[in-house]
Nanobody, 118 residues
């Protein structure tokens, strides 16, 4: 299985930006759908964005127009550019790789915390 390590979280003021990165081990990363979920305190983990091996993207309605997911297969890395951040974006963000059996049966990173507050 792929090992995933996220980085880039932190504290940012409302309206600010952050860029999350997730580096994957192994050479097969490029074949799979990957993406980001978030989990806010007291809430279920929910999909933020995902990108397929051929670059097709999907976003949660709440982040459309503000967040951009991208991947660099040469670097085994998936990114989440987060702009116009809101307090409601505060959560732990997890990257994952879906091997074709759904995210719950894929590989997950340890999470990176994003706090949006003034």
């Amino acid at each position: 299985q792929v090992q995933l390590v996220e980085s880039g979280g932190g504290l940012v003021q409302p309206g600010g930006s952050l860029r999350l990165s997730c580096v994957a081990s192994g050479s097969v990363f490029r074949l799979y759908t990957t993406g980001w979920y978030c989990q806010a305190p007291g809430k279920q983990r929910e999909l933020v964005a995902r990108i397929t091996g051929d670059g097709t993207t999907n976003y949660a309605d709440s982040v459309k127009g503000r967040f951009t997911i991208s991947r660099d297969n040469a670097k085994n890395t998936v990114y989440l550019q987060m702009n116009s951040l809101k307090p409601d974006d505060t959560a732990v963000y997890y990257c994952y790789v879906d091997y074709g059996y759904g995210p719950s049966l894929g590989s997950w990173g340890q999470g990176t915390r994003v706090t949006v507050s003034s």
